[in-house]
Structure formats: structure tokens, C-alpha cells
């Protein structure tokens, strides 16, 4: 019994694919920031494209107050087959690796991403 064969079949998506179509996603899941001194600050960016059809607004959740993470972005437009690229500030106020999630929402999808920062 072999399988039959898989030609003219759609393709599967591959696992941890997320599809490049009709939708709004982050091009990565894991932003990593330039190592810093404590107190002193680096910038990583987030970038979120939308290849939805539409220009889209997304939402920026507030990070936690405790987190070493800035941004002062809250909301922000991504036009259709465009990206936007957030800026982050990481600001460590103690040795070591440090990280948070990010969530973004756009028309009720979440979307996460983690920030990692290592200060020495």
C-alpha cells in the first residue's frame, strides 16, 4: 500500500508559516535589542506588514510598567502592502537578560511578539 502521489494537491502550510496573504502580521515574533549598559538605552524595531487588502489600524497594548520597554506608539496605520516599523526602547535599571511580551490588535485579532534585552 504506498501513498498515493501528492501531485496536483494543495500544498500544506508548513508548520510555524504563517501565511504572506490577506492578513496583517508581525515579520518576526522575537525582537532582539542591542546588548546595553543599565541606564543606558538601545532601540529595536517592530515591524507589522498588512497584506490584507486594506489599510489597517493597529493597536499597540500598553507593556508593562515594571518592563524595561518603551515605545509611544499606542495606535498605528499600516497602509495595504506597506509596513510599519515600530520603535522600541530598551532602558535596563539592572544587570541581565530581560524580556516582555507585545500585543497588538488589529479589527480583534492578537497579535504577540517578545522583546529581549541583555544589559551588562
Known amino acids: 500500500d504506498t501513498m498515493p502521489p501528492t501531485k496536483g494537491r494543495p500544498m500544506m502550510s508548513v508548520p510555524g508559516k504563517k501565511p504572506s496573504y490577506g492578513t496583517v502580521k508581525l515579520e518576526?515574533?522575537?525582537?532582539?535589542?542591542?546588548t546595553v549598559k543599565v541606564g543606558e538605552m538601545s532601540i529595536?524595531?517592530?515591524k507589522i506588514e498588512n497584506r490584507s487588502g486594506s489599510d489597517k489600524l493597529v493597536e499597540i497594548?500598553?507593556?508593562?510598567?515594571?518592563?524595561?520597554?518603551?515605545?509611544?506608539?499606542?495606535?498605528?496605520?499600516?497602509?495595504n502592502r506597506c509596513f510599519n516599523a515600530i520603535p522600541f526602547n530598551f532602558q535596563p535599571r539592572s544587570v541581565g537578560e530581560?524580556?516582555?511580551?507585545?500585543?497588538?490588535r488589529w479589527e480583534g485579532n492578537m497579535m504577540v511578539?517578545?522583546?529581549i534585552g541583555k544589559a551588562v
Request: proline share 10%.
Open 44 to 46: 529595536g524595531k517592530l
Open 28 to 34: 518576526k515574533d522575537v525582537i532582539t535589542f542591542p
Open 98 to 104: 530581560h524580556s516582555t511580551s507585545v500585543m497588538c
Open 61 to 79: 497594548l500598553p507593556l508593562p510598567t515594571s518592563a524595561p520597554f518603551r515605545t509611544s506608539h499606542t495606535v498605528v496605520e499600516v497602509k
Open 113 to 115: 511578539a517578545t522583546l
